[in-house]
């Protein structure tokens, strides 16, 4: 009898345990390393054949990151974004300013852009 009792209460306990308000996988994943996970589509609005992904870990701010995707693409989807520093993607390999032309995406912002990724540069503050 004492048993059974003891194994009522070892039950009930382990079905009372409930995990902290407020906590989530997303919100934990936020602590880990920066860094940006983006998926390649064939079309020009981030709708089409979903062509490749990758993720860009936040290197040192300034480091130019060529980008290297086989197959053809139009248009890449940022789905996740856990950056600190804002993410310059050129159309161009080699990082350059002067040429191609490039879209600046903010830390936390996740949407589509029409244009292809032919190098990236996470930026200083």
């Keep these: 009898m004492q048993f059974a009792t003891s194994l009522v ?9 409930r995990a902290a308000p407020g906590t989530s996988v ?3 994943a936020r ?5 940006v996970y983006v ?8 709708l089409g054949t979903w062509v490749e992904d990758t993720v860009w870990v936040q290197n040192p701010t300034d ?3 060529d980008v290297n995707i086989p197959e053809g693409y139009n248009s890449f989807l940022v789905v996740d974004n856990y950056d600190t ?5 050129f159309s161009l390999n080699g990082c350059n ?3 191609g032309n490039y879209v ?13 990724a032919g190098s990236v540069e996470f930026l200083s503050s």
């Design 31 to 35: 602590q880990e390393t920066p860094r």
């Design 85 to 89: 520093t804002t993410l310059r993607v």
């Design 39 to 46: 998926k390649f589509f064939s079309d020009n609005a981030c």
């Design 63 to 65: 480091t130019c990151l």
């Design 97 to 99: 300013t002067n040429t």
């Design 9 to 17: 209460s070892l039950v009930l306990a382990a079905a009372s345990v």
């Design 26 to 28: 997303k919100a934990a």
């Design 104 to 116: 600046d995406i903010a830390p936390g912002v996740e949407q589509c852009y029409a244009q292809h």
